[in-house]
């Protein structure tokens, strides 16, 4: 099915953005999907009457997103869509499921360990406490897209492997009878390790996305203590900003 894609010649936007913006809304909808390979610059130029220059500019935006690929004797292909995460009390498990990316889980650790003062502190228990510690790594399309690290205090809810390679943890709580409340959270941004680089097939000193939240739960009590990795090739965190009166 070809694309409907048209450009306003009387808007101030430039040309090229407006072709961007539409190629990467048909790419997080699913008109696009991973794999497909889009038209010839030449054609897509002629078709929509821009030159040359215009068209290659708009795809080299996409390029530089992560959401296209220039592949020698293949053409320009889909790569993925950006994950855009709003700023509200959601799982990465939802969040990729309603951007339609198919996620799946690799459960990495699934242990009691003693609570660290970091950890004691975040979940409100004695350090050197038993808390349940659980590692993930999420992927979306195949492709790894986070590093997932989640204490919870112990007895909260049975914390089953193949569970949590099923569904998102967040699903498991509220399945429990927990209610989610509110969250505290910290959104940061540092170079990735050796092994870190490694887990997300990215190259050591890459920058990460990082995201810390402490998660209570209806009645004020501290329920999960997440520390989090993410390629910000594949994801990024939205806001909306409001002027206070």
């Known amino acids: 099915m070809e694309l409907e894609l048209s450009v306003d010649r009387s808007s101030p936007v430039p040309l090229y953005f407006q072709l961007s913006q539409q190629l ?10 991973p794999g497909s390979l889009l038209g010839n610059e030449i054609e897509l130029a002629a078709r929509l009457g821009l030159s040359r220059p215009t068209v290659r500019q708009a795809i ?5 997103k992560g959401l296209l690929v220039r592949r020698r004797g293949v053409g320009t292909q889909v790569v993925h869509s950006q994950v855009k995460r709003p700023l509200e009390l959601s799982s990465l498990y939802d969040d990729l499921e309603s951007a339609g990316q198919r996620p799946a889980t690799s459960v990495l650790v699934n242990t009691v360990v003693p609570a660290s003062a970091e950890v004691a502190a975040a979940l409100g228990v004695s350090e050197g ?8 790594l999420r992927l979306a399309h195949g492709e790894p897209m986070a590093h997932l690290c989640n204490f919870l205090p112990p007895g909260l809810l049975d914390l089953d492997t193949e569970q949590l390679e099923a569904t998102g943890l967040y699903r498991l709580m509220r399945a429990a009878g927990i209610t989610l409340h509110s969250a505290r959270q910290t959104i940061g941004a540092r170079a990735a390790t050796a092994a870190e680089a490694d887990r997300l097939a990215e190259k050591e000193g890459a920058p990460l996305l990082t995201m810390q939240r402490v998660t209570f739960d209806d009645t004020g009590r501290a329920v999960e ?21």
């Open 60 to 64: 080299q935006s996409l390029v530089d």
């Open 225 to 245: 203590y997440g520390t989090h990795t993410y390629r910000p090739s594949r994801y990024s965190f939205e806001f909306q900003l409001l002027v206070r009166s």
């Open 24 to 33: 990467e809304a048909a790419i997080e909808h699913g008109a696009l999907t």
């Open 129 to 136: 406490s038993d808390v349940h510690r659980i590692e993930r």
